[in-house]
Nanobody, 126 residues
């Protein structure tokens, strides 16, 4: 089993930056890590993902060119650098791990990830 824990959320103004961190522990194996976000009354939406081994990344159109996902294999950590933040980026951000070898490309689907953190709040407001 993989345990996931996020940190780094906070209250910022439009145009500011934040860097979220996610530490994975327990089982060593995971093939993909992802970031999702959810606002009250809305579905949990895909933000970005990264292949653990290759480092291949994917982004939602809404964050393309503003957010960057990365990972540190030694620290078993993934990060989400968020720049030029907008009020519409306000949400609880979740880190997720995919381990099912029968679905090696979970992509933007919530069901493709088996283990989730409890979330960290990001609020962008003036």
């Amino acid at each position: 089993q993989v345990q996931v824990a996020e940190s780094g959320g906070g209250l910022v103004q439009p145009g500011d930056s934040l860097k979220l961190s996610c530490v994975a522990s327990g089982s060593t194996f995971r093939h993909t890590m992802g970031w999702f976000r959810q606002s009250p009354g809305k579905e949990r939406d895909f933000v970005a993902s990264i292949s653990w081994n290759s480092g291949t990344t994917d982004y939602a159109n809404s964050v393309q060119d503003r957010f960057t996902i990365s990972r540190d294999k030694v620290k078993n950590a993934v990060y989400l650098q968020m720049n030029s933040l907008k009020p519409e980026d306000t949400a609880v951000y979740y880190c997720a791990a995919a381990v099912n070898i029968r679905n090696l490309k979970p992509g933007a689907t919530v069901d493709g990830y088996e283990f989730w953190g409890r979330g960290t709040q990001v609020t962008v407001s003036s």
